[in-house]
């Protein structure tokens, strides 16, 4: 077998090289087009007769490695629900191939023997630092290892960062893919830098100041989040480990992120207070980042919409309390001066101000001297403007459209955005007068004001700066109240727009292509346009390895790239920390992977998660050689909802010896014997489920069918095996207590018997000791359940469109496969069903009721 | 013994055995008195409970069987309400959860005392409730509806549903955006426009 592998560069050769000499996990530095290296690997393998499957693969990365497996003449099939039936699966499988197989659809084609595990050649596993124990990719991985040990596995990782989290993150990622061996590419590694730093390209990079306005707004947004994060540790101290922090690291840490993993653990015991700050650290922090990134009428209209939001209408939801912060007063003044102000004339008038942002000035001189530059030459330049996302996209060209036809182009787009801004003001509007019939007295506002506790009013904090001061401001900030002046204004100032002239734009002097970043698929970009000019309008570390990587494999081309940045703000310091941040991790692999013998085989004595220790066990009786597929007819029986296999609890059923029999079943989650039918909740669900009636209608058609209906609650093994807390509970029986809806739940299905499991671990020895005492269930039974004639249960319900129809008002559990089994395509179809076909489906009440929800008008509420 | 009789009605009726419980000071919100009972509680004509502290299961395993033995079948809801007070806990919680469905008794666990307490009140409390609440009721406020609506989007919060209706003005032009559309709106990233084109545009159900 001759295989030339298709790789310029001689470093991409020794990676391939040694990926295909052993199995192991390969961890190269992002940027570095580890996918190109894939795509050979696959084609090395892929001979005629043999199976290869990809693993974990996305959307993106599909696409790309279609497209690479192209150019070596070998098609890659993709399989998901929605592109291949069952049969089709079943005979695609046997011609074999290439395929990339959604991991959840592979467990139940593994466990239903409609894949030959036996036949297939080997797995290559993408993104392997997300792969935990209990996930469905170990799964696939355990099933295939029991039905095939000569197959190989290699696995592929760009996220050396993901690799260094936790205790023993690496050797756990490696007992879960069954490997020993590791090898690491940074972009450090001695052969991967000679090969990138032969022929350097010109780089010409640009600090652009911030405007004053961003910068105080910068820091009020910073002051909000510090307090917020204050008050979040003065209510959890002690949940919360962050002595540590300096307000630069909350700069460029997703720190909302991390804090939001400690407290994981009692999530559901939080106090309702805790939960707000949360996500307030959320909101802070996406607004943080729209503050550089969107042109100031979007960012006043985020700003308005948060406020609005963050208010709270319901009495028991709690107002953000940053809110009530001076500096979140100054923010909105700041966010609203940089729009329009009061004119210094007259004092009733508003004036647009429209601040532009300042990188599109420094656009425009780049690609004016691109423009000189090239004149030079006779070729028409190839330029390459990349932004942080489609946004900023759209953004940057509008404003080169504009300023094609006029010296004051940011004004003239400014202007039509703000058009649009008072047209968006009225339905706004609207909206927060229907929240604020119903909303929380004013007082009310005022009294739960949390801060109140943390700065006294009159113990003001020194601080430099005046925006600074955490003082409590005397109102609460307002959504913008006081617009009318200035539709008065927009008549005499605003001019209508001119039809765009595409006489002299940018894009006609240039081929010129403005694109976000995109992962992988950059590499691709980079090849198909060929740029002499590159703009990296946002910074993007990987994006400079790609370029890297392109420049040395066509040294002969001629190449300049700008860069533009944004000095003293997050833009520069996140992208700094993202530098120095996958350095270290790599330092840390290597080092790790020095250790790792000794990690090998001290790990399993030193394993303190039962979970990991059970799948473990079973590892090792299948490494000893054990004839598992010989047991079908013994093994007891399980009968598992498709919808299940998200959670961990059949890959713990099958680690234990169940035989997992996945069916689309209508009524209940897991069937345990004739008598015996489960629903599965985990604590967040079963409030959710409760909240919504789910669980009422769900225990109903349980009841109907089996003589033992049963509610899981399952905690999770991280988590506090205990609901609230009982301090939140108040002196008197409240009527929305979990507990309270518990009780009412019992009482209105006494039969209902009730699972309290701390892990899915206890679920699985819970489930043995209940088996055992019935018969096995009969699947088609099951699956027969709860259906109506006519409605088959073999073709599969797709998770997210289902929840939306069940979310819509006047579907219900009882009359939604009214709709899923008519010839109502989607949700899209359902909204121009006409009125007549949906009252068919689901009553005239119903139908009615649904049918004008959708064509209702805002400004009609 | 007639008027006895209708005040039995009202109240929590406690089993003497149970004198000295430290779930007794809590209960506050509904009468109660002594009673020869066969079971710990009753919280009405069909609803009665056995008490049970996982510490002293831990030195009497037998105990609880007994009582299981002696209460039989009677009273159509039997509450096995066990209270968690030690930390080594799965075990036990296992056989209890065996037992319970054997015997077909309903298996309830409190954290503590107070929870406990809490738990026997509620029971007599809703003895003649509806079930409205935890059933499914659709709301009337339109805004509620729209947010219900779209927050069964997986990623979906509040503020983002509020700026959906702002931008489109009805269900029916959003539920049918286009991804240009969608892109247009602010906070909407790739992964919000993706995940709510899937819910809107993924077909409810795929074809054998």
């Known amino acids: 077998m001759e295989f030339e592998a298709k790789l310029p560069l001689s470093f991409q050769k020794e990676i391939f090289e040694e990926v295909r000499n052993e199995d192991g996990l390969c961890v190269v530095a992002p940027g570095l087009s580890s996918l190109r290296i894939v795509a050979n690997i696959l084609a090395y393998y892929s001979v005629p007769g043999s199976l290869l499957i990809l693993l974990n693969a996305n959307d993106t990365d599909i696409e790309i490695l279609e497209k690479y497996l192209d150019e070596l003449k070998k098609p890659l099939v993709s399989v998901n629900t929605d592109s291949m039936s069952v049969d089709g699966r079943e005979k695609a499988y046997k011609g074999g191939g290439i395929f990339a197989v959604t991991s959840r659809i592979l467990v139940l084609d593994m466990l239903t023997h409609l894949i030959p595990v036996e036949f297939i050649t080997g797995l290559v596993v993408l993104h392997a630092d997300r792969i935990t124990a209990t996930g469905s990719e170990a799964f696939v991985l355990r099933l295939f290892r029991q039905g095939n040990r000569d197959g190989f596995i290699k696995a592929f990782t760009d996220e050396p960062e993901r690799l260094t989290m936790g205790i023993n993150a690496l050797s756990g990622c490696l007992r879960c893919l069954f490997l020993k061996h590791v090898s690491i590419f940074p972009r450090f590694h001695v052969h991967v830098a000679e090969a990138l730093e032969n022929s350097p390209a010109a780089v010409v990079e640009f600090n652009v100041e911030a405007t004053e306005s961003q910068k105080s707004m910068q820091t009020c947004i910073i002051t909000c989040i510090e307090s917020t994060i204050k008050e979040l540790r003065r209510i959890n101290s002690a949940h919360l480990d962050m002595e540590q922090w300096t307000v630069d690291s909350l700069l460029h840490r997703s720190f909302d992120i991390i804090i939001r993993r400690q407290l994981d653990p009692l999530w559901h015991r939080l106090s309702s207070k805790t939960k707000t700050l949360v996500s307030d650290l959320t909101t802070l922090r996406s607004l943080l980042t729209s503050l550089i990134s969107y042109d100031c009428i979007s960012f006043l209209k985020l700003l308005d919409t948060v406020i609005l939001s963050a208010g709270g209408r319901n009495p028991m939801q709690n107002q953000s309390p940053w809110l009530l912060l001076e500096p979140a007063n100054t923010l909105i003044n700041l966010a609203r001066q940089r729009v329009y102000s009061v004119s210094p004339t007259s004092p009733n008038v508003q004036v647009p101000v429209l601040e532009a942002l300042p990188k599109w000035d420094i656009l425009k001189t780049i690609l004016d001297e691109i423009k000189q530059d090239a004149s030079k030459t006779d070729v028409t330049p190839s330029t390459l403007i990349m932004c942080a996302d489609d946004r900023t996209c759209f953004q940057i060209k509008d404003y080169l459209l504009s300023s094609s036809f006029d010296e004051d182009a940011s004004l003239k787009l400014m202007q039509r955005k703000l058009r649009d801004y008072l047209d968006w003001l009225q339905r706004y509007k609207k909206i927060k007068n229907e929240l604020q019939i119903k909303g929380i007295p004013k007082q009310r506002l005022e009294s739960s004001n949390t801060f109140r506790k943390a700065v006294p009013p009159n113990k003001r904090r020194r601080v430099r700066g005046g925006s600074n001061a955490t003082t409590r401001s005397t109102t609460p900030v307002e959504a913008n109240d006081n617009i009318e002046p200035l539709f008065s204004l927009i008549n005499s100032h605003v001019t209508t727009p001119e039809t765009e002239s595409s006489e002299s734009s940018y894009f006609n002097d240039f081929s010129l292509n403005i694109k976000s970043y995109d992962g992988d698929y950059d590499d691709i970009l980079l090849e198909e346009l060929s740029p002499n000019y590159i703009i990296m309008y946002d910074a993007d570390p990987a994006f400079i390895r790609r370029v890297e990587v392109y420049r040395a494999t066509h040294p002969e081309r001629q190449l300049k790239v700008y860069f533009t940045y944004y000095g003293g703000t997050v833009e520069e310091q996140r992208y700094l920390f993202a530098v120095r941040r996958e350095k270290d991790s790599f330092s840390r692999l290597i080092r790790e992977r020095a250790n790792m013998t000794v990690l090998l085989t001290t790990a399993e004595e030193s394993l303190t998660d039962p979970e990991h220790k059970f799948l473990q066990s079973v590892n090792t009786r299948i490494a000893g050689g054990g004839r598992v597929s010989s047991m079908s007819t013994e093994q007891p029986r399980v009968i598992v909802d498709l919808r299940e296999f998200r959670s961990t609890l059949p890959s713990m059923l099958h680690g234990h010896g169940f035989s997992v029999v996945p069916c689309q079943l209508t009524v209940g989650d897991y069937i345990l014997s004739p008598k015996l039918c489960v629903e599965r909740k985990s604590v967040p669900d079963l409030i959710q489920s409760l909240n919504s009636g789910r669980l009422y209608s769900q225990c109903e058609s349980m009841q109907d069918h089996y003589e033992i209906p049963i509610l899981l609650i399952e905690f999770d093994q991280n988590k506090s095996f205990q609901l609230e807390p009982f301090a939140e509970l108040s002196a008197e029986i409240g009527k929305n207590d979990l507990q309270s809806k518990l009780v009412l739940l019992t009482l209105c299905f006494p039969k209902l018997k009730i699972i309290w499991s701390s892990s899915a671990y206890a679920t699985v020895l819970i489930f043995s000791d209940l088996k055992a005492l019935h018969e096995e269930p009969d699947p088609e039974t099951a699956v027969s359940y709860g259906l109506e004639p006519g409605q088959d249960a073999t073709s599969t319900l797709n998770r997210a469109p289902v929840d939306l129809l069940l979310g819509l008002p006047y579907v219900s559990q009882k009359n939604y496969r009214n709709i899923v089994y008519s010839n109502v395509k989607n949700v899209t179809e359902l909204c121009d069903t006409e009125r007549r076909n949906l009252t068919e489906l689901i009553g005239p009440e119903c139908g009615n009721g649904l049918y004008n929800f959708m064509r209702k008008e805002l400004k009609d509420v | ?208």
């Open chain 2, 1 to 208: 013994p007639k008027l006895v009789s209708k005040s039995v009605n009202h109240n929590v009726l406690v089993s003497f055995r149970q004198k000295g419980n430290p779930l007794l000071p809590h209960l506050r919100n509904v009468p109660w008195e002594y009673s020869e009972i066969v079971p710990d509680f009753v919280m009405g004509a069909k609803t009665c409970a056995l008490f049970l502290s996982l510490k002293y299961h831990h030195v009497h395993p037998e105990y609880i069987y007994s009582r299981i033995g002696k209460l039989g079948k009677a009273y159509e809801l039997r509450i096995l309400l066990a209270v968690v007070d030690v930390e080594n806990h799965r075990e036990s919680i296992q056989e209890l959860v065996k037992t319970s469905v054997v015997n077909r008794y309903t298996l309830i666990l409190a954290w503590s005392s107070a929870e406990a307490a809490r738990y026997i009140e509620t029971y007599k409390a809703f003895e003649f409730a509806a079930p409205t609440n935890i059933m499914e009721r659709p709301s009337t406020d339109y805004l509620e509806r729209v947010q219900n609506t779209f927050t069964s989007i997986r990623g979906i919060n509040k503020s983002d549903c509020l700026s959906l209706i702002a931008h489109f003005g009805s269900m029916k032009r959003a539920l049918t955006a286009t991804q240009e559309e969608l892109e247009q709106i602010d906070g909407f990233g790739p992964t919000k426009v993706r995940r709510f084109l899937e819910a809107t545009h993924q077909p409810f159900r795929s074809q054998k």
